[in-house]
């Protein structure tokens, strides 16, 4: 049997750190995932640091946790697959269609080497209403339509469906990611 994982992406941060207690308070995760580039100016007060204290006053220790600084989700995705192993569980605390970018993105990671086999992913569903309903679209089809390797975003040539994601996700979420 592996390790359980919960992963929580930044951004809407209320109902993930809402669905993270309820995951945490079932007793089975054994680490805490966070996610989300953070420009180190931009650190406090960020989304990414409103879950890490939430998460901590709840009561998880900090060698519980593991902050992985991934741009967007496919650079989560391969820093997941550093870190997990065959029989590892994710449990993405997200909405129904980022979760679903996820699994296109993880399947893609296998495909290339570079996400371990066998891991079960799961979701941790929050609501999902207009705003991520859009993002989620554009991510999916983003996902779904590239055949590319994956790879960091440094080492990526910025496409339109970069630019257009980037700018809906500034106007959703604003500039604390």
Do not use: C
Request: proline letters at 3%.
């Amino acid at each position: 049997m592996g390790l359980e994982y919960l992963v929580i992406p930044t951004g809407w941060e209320d109902p993930r750190i809402k669905r993270a207690k309820k995951e945490l308070d079932k007793d089975y995760i054994d680490n805490v995932v966070i996610t989300g580039y953070v420009n180190r100016e931009k650190l406090v007060g960020s989304n990414r640091q409103k879950i890490y204290k939430a998460i901590r006053e709840h009561g998880v220790k900090p060698s519980k946790m593991r902050i992985l600084d991934g741009i967007d989700s496919e650079e989560d995705v391969l820093y997941l697959g550093r870190i997990l192993n065959q029989k590892d569980t994710l449990y993405f605390d997200t909405f129904p269609l980022h979760y679903l970018e996820y699994k296109t993105l993880i399947n893609k990671a296998i495909r290339d080497g570079k996400f371990p086999k066998g891991v079960n992913v799961k979701i941790a569903s929050i609501g999902q209403g207009k705003m991520e309903l859009v993002y989620g679209i554009l991510g999916l089809l983003e996902e779904v339509f590239k055949r590319r390797r994956l790879d960091y975003k440094k080492n990526r040539r910025e496409d339109n469906w970069d630019k257009i994601k980037q700018k809906i996700r500034r106007l959703m979420l604003g500039n604390k990611y």
